[in-house]
């Protein structure tokens, strides 16, 4: 993969996509790494009448969809030496059992500084397979050049 | 509920010791309506964090990410960085641990809460060799839409108080210890 320079990027560049499958499996995992054990994620019988989310079945964690969606902002960043030095993302629709939630980015703005500061924003969506959004993110990304 | 659901997926140290059981000691969570915001003084997590390559290569693993810079050590010790890079989420994995049960912040743990985002300030990624500790505090309190929202600020400092990332931790949380109660007997503790 060719490297990204501040002078090679554009607003409107579209980063390579991924997508990932989910279910109970994954929540299951999920928890384990993250240390979130919230049950609305692991425990389908208190789920059923609990329903924070008003759905009668675990949904997937929030940092879970981000970090698919970051995950499309590093494999694109990293190769080059890019930073991360924001996230900030939305929530819009809890993600159930059984769907693929796609992540797509694009780059946003690009902000002229001074060498060492110059940036772009990512502005990153997931999507699960009927086209509905689950999750918007932004990213801001720093050049070392 | 089963513990082998999250036992068969044990892969390092910390996920052995760390209780997978929110509910006891629930009644000791901060609750939405309790949280004092006269005192804004920073409290330190109850734990700190000693990363270890495991704990690094099992988030990357656990999101799917196959990334060799965060799975593959001997990969990333020859690359520009210079060791295992941490996915930037791994900040989730630190809060979660160092807040602790009965510590400040607690509230995360809440049965009943949900997420609406989150914004997380990188400074520096996480190191495989760093031990980490939190300072937190209240940072905004409000309620939206029906929603009640609780923000603490939670800075990630390593064992050389270097600042590695802040995280504005937002979670839409029952609004006082009664509807806490009632989630933690399977009733719907809220009212949107």
Redesign the interface.
Known sequence: MNKVTFESVKDGDVLPS?T?KVGQETF?????????????H??P??VK?????KIPKTVG????T???M??VV??WA?PS?L?????????TRPVEQGWEVKCTGRVAEKHFICKGKNFVVIEVKAENQHGDVL?VGEYEVVFPD | MSKTHFTKNFKTEKQRVFSTDFFTKADKYEAWDEIDFSNLKEVDGENTFEIKAEDLKYYAEAVGDDNPLMIDEEYAKKSPYGGLVAHPLFSTTICFWCVGVEGKGNWIRTPGARNPGQVIEIYEGFKVGETIHIKIKPHDRYIKRGKCYLTYQMDAYNQNNVLKTRMYATLILPRTREDIKKFLTGIRGLED
């Not at chain 1, 009448?49 to 989310?53: C, H, I, K, N, R």
């Not at chain 1, 964690?61 to 879970?64: D, F, L, T, V």
């Not at chain 1, 930073?83 to 929530?91: D, E, G, M, N, V």
């Open positions: 991924l990932r299951w995992k999920y928890s384990v790494a993250s240390f979130d054990y919230n049950p609305v692991n425990d019988e208190w009448t609990a329903q924070p989310f964690h929030g940092m879970m981000m970090s698919y970051t995950s590093t494999s990293l030496m930073k991360i030095r924001k996230i900030a993302s939305k929530f999750a």
